[in-house]
């Protein structure tokens, strides 16, 4: 959708934050080829939390090598306007993910955090005359509420993971068409905004409302193109950690990931996330838009989740919902060195649906044996969780580290992958090989 | 006139929001110039690049339906088997 509040992009000030960013490409680009003739690169200098923190500048592509050819003929280290150099993998629409360095801590900074956008036309809104329209047939009433009155409602603070649906899609045997993921269409911030609740509240609820339904400022370039309107059922709406989010980490959200105002999912992935939202609709019926069927459909019975959509489930499929239970190596990238004899602490992060994360644990060969981790500091327990395993590696040689997490309700990682028509919820134990010289 | 349509369209891009969005050279041969026109318009070429070079020609065929059908995209139907065929070749397996 487009209307007159929004302004259009500025080149010219697009093409300004380009040249200052390319500069900052450049900076990082030679620093990393200094760092990794000297091999400091390979390990994070060791921090409070275990195992370090993220190195603003010292942040490279750091492909997988199971990504498609073409995947890694094309992804490149580009900056988008207010963004530090994440990992190009489309233009346009905006396809950027987090290179792994940044998740060397729970929070992702906001100018590293992700971008992700299905339809190209992403207008630039003015805060100032943005509102959301919140109503629909299942509601009694229907209000706008601008910024202020947003701000002026209780303020709730959660620190959620939000994840693509398709995050890691890149990594799947046979490879699955869309958008080639590698690990970094993630991301964990401190979300401040109003409760969904009590947004919904003032315009009141039906009890016959099964869904609630967003709509967001982007939209398609062709008219015929389905908008991207997605929906959540009411119950979900209703829990206290369901937000309309006007800040990210203490920040107003980066134009890219929503300004000025989101939608926040705790523990859904993000597609539910509606970036810049201007309509929020209480629906009787299931929402039929291509967004929600046949797109982010998960096949029955293929995953053991516990949160469903029932009023979007057919005999075959299932909206996607929850995020799976996950870990991620990010202290050592694949083929780092490091020296025999000395000791190294491998770090990363684990995240669930918000079931809350008990133990990692961590091989160090290739999956023979495993230890657990120490965990770090809970920011909550919808966010990521850090942990850290030290050990001394005494042979020379090629060595496979492993992670894999597990959480209170029992669920696990796989160690063999669940294969889905759209590529979702790869959880497949992450391992690195690291060289010990 | 949906072809015309299309040009407008893309014309637009080179100037506004796509300001700082860097060309993307698909490989040379014939029909590059009607996926330049029809593909462009709505995304990046690099989404050709990126979901290569896996497709079997029946993946190009759907994903090229699925532009037109699912996505609305103003496609003539001899451009429709150009573009595929473009993209079996050259980015297929």
């Known amino acids: ?437 | 006139m949906r072809i015309f349509a299309l040009a407008l369209l893309a014309s637009a891009f080179a100037v506004s929001a796509m300001a700082d969005e860097k060309p993307v050279q698909l490989k040379e041969g014939p029909g590059l110039d009607k996926v330049e026109a029809n593909c462009g318009g709505c995304h990046s070429l690099d989404y050709l690049v990126m979901n290569s070079p896996f497709p079997t020609a029946t993946l190009w065929d759907a994903e090229v339906t699925k532009m037109i059908k699912a996505f609305g995209a103003p496609i003539e139907e001899t451009d429709a088997k150009t573009v595929a065929d473009y993209l079996k070749k050259y980015y297929g397996r």
């Not at chain 1, 259009?8 to 030679?30: C, F, G, K, N, Y």
């Not at chain 1, 800040?247 to 523990?267: K, S, T």
Request: one cysteine or more; aromatic letters at 10%; a positive charge.
């Open chain 1, 1 to 437: 959708m487009s209307s007159p509040l929004f302004r259009s992009i500025d080149p010219h000030r697009l093409t300004q934050a380009r040249q200052a960013h390319h500069e900052t490409v450049a900076r990082a680009m030679s620093r990393r080829r200094f760092l990794a003739g000297t091999g400091a690169a390979s390990i994070a200098a060791l921090g409070p939390n275990g195992f370090g923190s993220a190195r603003a500048g010292a942040v490279g592509l750091n492909l997988p090598s199971q990504l498609p050819e073409g995947t890694r003929a094309t992804a490149v280290l580009d900056a988008l306007p207010g963004k530090k150099p994440l990992i190009k993998l489309s233009y346009r629409p905006p396809n950027y993910e987090t290179p792994i360095e940044y998740f060397r801590t729970a929070i992702t900074p906001n100018d590293a955090f992700f971008v992700r956008y299905h339809l190209s036309n992403i207008p630039e809104v003015d805060a100032e005359t943005w509102k959301v329209a919140v109503g629909g047939e299942g509601a009694n009433g229907q209000n706008d509420f601008t910024l202020d009155d947003l701000k002026k409602m209780p303020a709730i603070e959660v620190i959620a993971v939000n994840q693509c649906s398709g995050n890691r899609r890149g990594l799947f045997q046979p490879p699955v068409p869309g958008v080639e993921w590698g690990y970094g269409a993630m991301g964990c911030a401190r979300w401040k905004g109003a409760r969904l609740k009590d947004v919904l509240d003032k315009v009141g609820v039906k009890k016959e409302a099964i869904e609630i339904v967003f709509d967001g400022a982007d939209g398609p370039v062709v008219d015929k193109t389905p908008d991207f309107i997605k929906s959540i059922p009411v119950w979900k709406a209703m829990e206290d950690n369901t937000l309309i989010a006007y800040e990210m980490n203490g920040q107003p959200l980066p134009h890219f990931n929503g300004f000025p105002a989101r939608i926040i999912v705790p523990g859904w992935t993000g597609t539910y996330w509606v970036k810049h939202v201007t309509s929020i609709k209480a629906v009787t019926k299931p929402e039929t838009g291509f967004w929600m069927n046949p797109a982010y459909r998960i096949p029955v019975g293929k995953f053991s989740l516990v949160a469903r959509f029932v009023s979007q489930e057919t005999a075959v499929n299932v909206p996607i919902t929850e995020m799976v239970v996950n870990s991620l190596i990010t202290s050592h990238v694949e083929g780092a060195s490091v020296r025999a004899g000395f000791p190294i602490t491998i770090g990363g992060i684990a995240w669930d649906a918000g079931y809350g994360i008990t133990t990692v644990e961590l091989s160090t060969d290739a999956g023979k044996t495993w230890q657990r981790a120490k965990l770090g500091k809970e920011l909550g327990r919808f966010a990521f969780r850090t942990f850290a395993y030290s050990f001394t590696p005494r042979s020379k040689g090629r060595r496979i580290v492993m992670a894999r997490a597990a959480n209170k309700i029992g669920q696990t990682q796989t160690s063999e992958l669940i294969l889905n028509p759209a590529g979702y919820h790869h959880n497949l134990i992450h391992s690195v090989a690291i060289n010990v010289a």
